[in-house]
């Protein structure tokens, strides 16, 4: 099946115009608006240079698309995300969470085909692993950003360019099961985004949310102390990377509370019912043991994985730390203090992670509802 086989997804002009990509050098299938010739929506297969869809700062590429999402687009960060993939899959066991329900909402019910949607799907790992789970289903990862580095893929996967906080009314009443992982960097307004994903449900669809939350805790399980000064036993330089991380993408306008509230917020969303989340603390470094050796094995993976993966993440944010003022001497120690923390395992800490799923009820989607963020998430909140 090609791209163009796909029978959802097609942004009409109605919605927000935007997406200033140039897009000449990049053998891209599109998918046009129904009322204008040009293309909104990118759908792209192909593994020519997808360039021309990014701007590099500092020696890294970025999404050309949206300045609100300040992190990578590079094969270094691709590898970042692609051990994110495997820390997700070894702390929930699968690809996604509440498994007899997903199954059964996604098993074959032909003629129609059902309709996967990955929002900010990165690299498409999770996107194309559906994909091959479920090879009756259709799934779609959009994304600001190209990934042409990681093709072919399925023939029932596709991928396209595109911003989800200009609105979904492209998708809406067209999907069994909504995804979303680790977005909140790039999200305006987190309430109207979920409300948006459940909008793209039909009626008994699944919304999967998963977000990581900034604040470290320690071996106790108790909030971690951040490094200052020079730092000193109990305190954590990654803590602190992460906590003026968190301060300047939100002074940048993302929703990054959202990484604490998002079942809450889920709860709040008049389009779903059944909402609940699933939690994972997953040990920074290999220093937590398990009560059995199969336990044991799943920690050390998990806290290899998150050791790897944090480090990465500071790296990734060394260009945001820059452009918010941060002196080349403050973002050093940040950075280097959490190489030293974490390689030497001096801290013991846990990252904290949920898994939120609700279901899309019967409640029509409101004729007046706007297709904008109203305001913007820190205004709410
Ligand atoms: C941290 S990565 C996570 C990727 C993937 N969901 C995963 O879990 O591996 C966040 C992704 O969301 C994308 N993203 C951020 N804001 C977006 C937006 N407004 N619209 C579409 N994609 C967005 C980014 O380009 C990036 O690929």
Redesign the pocket.
């Known amino acids: 099946m090609s791209g163009s086989d796909f029978s959802f997804g097609t942004r009409a002009s109605g919605s927000r115009g935007h997406h200033s990509a140039v897009i000449d050098d990049v053998d891209m299938e599109s998918v046009h608006s129904s009322l204008t010739s040009a293309p909104s929506v990118y759908s792209y297969n192909s593994s020519r240079d997808g360039t021309t869809l990014l701007r590099f700062v500092q020696g890294r590429a970025f ?1 050309a698309q ?1 300045d ?2 300040f ?1 990578p ?1 590079d094969e270094e960060e691709f590898t970042r ?1 692609e051990k ?2 495997l820390k ?1 899959l070894v702390a929930i066991g699968r690809l996604y969470v509440e498994q007899e329900k997903v199954q059964r909402i996604l098993a074959p019910s032909p003629p129609l085909p059902k309709q996967i949607l ?6 498409a ?2 996107a194309m692993a559906m994909a091959q789970e479920f090879p009756h289903a259709e799934v779609i990862g ?4 190209p990934n042409t580095s990681r093709f072919p893929l399925p023939p029932n996967c596709r991928l396209e360019i ?4 200009l609105g979904l009314p492209h998708y809406y009443n067209s999907c069994d099961l909504v995804h ?4 909140a ?3 305006q307004d987190f309430k109207w985004y979920i409300n948006e994903a459940a909008k793209c449900l039909k009626p008994g669809g699944m919304l999967l949310m ?1 977000e990581g939350n900034h604040n470290l805790l320690n071996a106790a399980k108790e909030h971690q102390e951040c490094a200052f000064g020079e730092g000193g036993p109990g305190q954590s330089w990654f803590a602190r990377a992460l906590f003026e991380g968190h301060n300047t993408l939100k002074r940048r306008g993302s929703s990054v509370d959202a990484r604490v509230l998002l079942e809450n917020l889920m709860i709040e969303c008049p389009l779903l019912t059944d909402v609940g989340a699933h939690t994972r603390l997953m040990p920074v470094g290999p220093w937590d043991r398990g009560s059995t050796p199969e336990e044991d094995q799943q920690k050390r993976i998990l806290g290899i994985l998150t050791r790897q993966t944090s480090i990465d993440l500071i790296g990734a944010m060394e260009p945001l730390y820059v452009s918010a003022g941060y002196s080349a001497a403050d973002v050093k120690q940040m950075v280097d203090g959490t190489k030293n923390e974490l390689n030497q395992l001096t801290e013991h800490m846990y990252m904290k992670w949920k898994y939120a799923y609700g279901t899309r009820n019967t409640v029509p989607i409101p004729t007046d509802d706007e297709c904008e963020p109203e305001k913007s998430f820190q205004e709410r909140h």
């Open positions: 999404n949206n609100l999402y992190f687009a995300l994110n993939d997700h990955d929002l900010g799907t990165g690299t790992g999770w959009i994304d600001l950003a595109d911003d989800f906080n979303s992982r680790a977005v960097n790039g999200v998963t």
